[in-house]
């Protein structure tokens, strides 16, 4: 199997490559190094530096948006099957510049499934289609997406879905959660909490009782290799831990392991919408997905990481003009 994949050098990618590479598998591995004008430079040079420092496989810069680049590195390489992982990563980063997240996030995934019609395709989504939740989602729920974060990837579940529908390709949709672990940036939830308990700064908890479905990196990762090596044609699935915990909880945890911080507990931010856990009993069925990592583990282990490394991190970050 010859796999193709986007985004590879970021936090969820280098550790899916490291897997299809175990396995045998021929990867070709295509990103473009940006900072999506959330993290700084530096931090971005010394996280990508750590995850491809294993890679057997060729990184080629490419930008998903330049198609004529995209068409000739599908040509030379003729992948079997295309895991799309390239996108602006989360909500802030599509807020802090909405003009660059929908280039990325609709020209580049239109210019990726102008190039899959003939292969298979595994987009990776996000929980945030699912709106406000007010219990486990299933992939059958209806998703009401809030923000344009949300509404463009479940427009790209829409675009993926219609591509099969007039080409007959072959895909599948994945909704991971809020990942979390070691190399990721500090601008994420659970990075936040970290790098503040450790530099002896508050924990500003956004909604005490706020729910997210905390997933381990690695859990994460095996979940889209299996969906890759052998998830069911036209399926979407949930790839999550599969337990909703509070912020709360997490801040707690967190300050419990690193030995100080003190948790501040605010208002919601009502630009998110209410979450909670998703259902994996699909994935857990389909394709034997079983997520090992519990938060506290999870936290223990991201710590481990993290300490070695605050220096790396910083939150002066320019935003665009």
């Given at each position: 199997?010859k796999?193709?994949?986007?985004?590879?050098?970021?936090?969820?990618g280098?550790?899916?490559?490291n897997?299809?590479?175990?396995?045998?598998k021929?990867?070709?591995?295509?990103?473009?190094?940006t900072?999506?004008?959330?993290?700084?430079?530096?931090?971005?040079?010394?996280l990508?530096?750590?995850?491809?420092?294993?890679?057997?496989?060729?990184?080629?810069?490419?930008?998903?948006?330049?198609?004529?680049?995209?068409?000739k590195a599908?040509?030379t390489?003729?992948?079997?099957?295309?895991?799309?992982?390239?996108?602006?990563?989360?909500?802030?980063?599509?807020?802090?510049?909405?003009?660059?997240?929908?280039?990325t996030?609709?020209e580049?995934?239109?210019?990726?499934l102008?190039?899959?019609?003939?292969?298979?395709?595994?987009?990776?989504?996000?929980?945030?289609?699912y709106g406000?939740?007010?219990?486990?989602?299933?992939?059958?729920?209806?998703?009401?997406?809030?923000?344009?974060y949300?509404?463009?990837?479940?427009?790209?579940?829409?675009?993926?879905e219609?591509?099969?529908?007039?080409f007959g390709?072959?895909?599948?949709?994945?909704?991971?959660?809020?990942?979390?672990?070691?190399?990721?940036?500090?601008?994420?939830?659970?990075?936040?909490?970290m790098?503040n308990?450790?530099?002896?700064?508050?924990?500003?908890?956004?909604?005490?009782?706020?729910?997210?479905?905390?997933s381990?990196?690695?859990?994460?990762?095996?979940?889209?290799?299996?969906?890759?090596?052998?998830?069911?044609?036209?399926?979407?699935?949930?790839?999550?831990?599969?337990?909703?915990?509070?912020?709360?909880?997490?801040?707690?945890?967190?300050?419990?392991?690193?030995?100080?911080?003190?948790?501040?507990?605010?208002?919601k931010?009502?630009?998110?919408?209410?979450?909670?856990?998703?259902?994996v009993?699909?994935?857990r069925?389909?394709?034997?997905?079983?997520?090992?990592?519990?938060?506290?583990?999870?936290l223990?282990?991201?710590?481990?990481?993290?300490?070695?490394r605050?220096?790396?991190?910083?939150?002066?970050?320019?935003?665009?003009?």
């Open positions: 199997m796999v193709l994949v986007t985004g590879v050098c970021g936090f969820i280098h550790r899916l490559v897997l299809l590479e175990r396995a045998g021929e990867v070709l591995v295509i990103d473009s190094h900072t999506y004008g959330s993290v700084s430079q530096r931090e971005l040079s010394n990508i530096d750590e995850r491809t420092r294993d890679f057997k496989s060729n990184i080629v810069s490419i930008d998903i948006c330049d198609f004529a680049a995209m068409y599908f040509e390489f003729n992948p079997d099957v295309v895991v799309h992982l390239a996108s602006f990563p989360r909500q802030k980063s599509v807020t802090v510049n909405p003009q660059e997240g929908a280039k996030m609709m580049g995934l239109i210019n990726v102008e190039l899959s019609k003939n292969r298979r395709m595994i987009y990776i989504s996000s929980s945030m289609v406000d939740m007010s219990r486990p989602a299933k992939e059958t729920d209806e998703c009401n997406p809030k923000g344009l949300a509404l463009m990837k479940y427009t790209g579940e829409k675009m993926v219609d591509y099969a529908r007039r390709m072959e895909y599948n949709i994945i909704r991971p959660s809020a990942v979390y672990g070691p190399l990721d940036v500090g601008d994420r939830v659970v990075a936040k909490f790098l308990a450790l530099t002896g700064k508050e924990l500003k908890v956004n909604g005490a009782f706020e729910k997210l479905d905390f381990y990196v690695d859990d994460t990762a095996m979940g889209i290799f299996l969906v890759t090596t052998s998830g069911k044609p036209e399926q979407i699935y949930n790839i999550t831990r599969g337990q909703g915990r509070t912020l709360y909880e997490a801040a707690t945890l967190i300050r419990d392991i690193v030995g100080k911080g003190d948790i501040i507990t605010q208002d931010d009502n630009q998110f919408p209410s979450r909670d856990a998703l259902c009993d699909k994935a069925e389909d394709l034997l997905y079983n997520p090992t990592h519990d938060l506290e583990h999870g223990i282990k991201y710590y481990n990481w993290i300490r070695d605050v220096h790396w991190f910083t939150t002066s970050v320019s935003k665009p003009a």
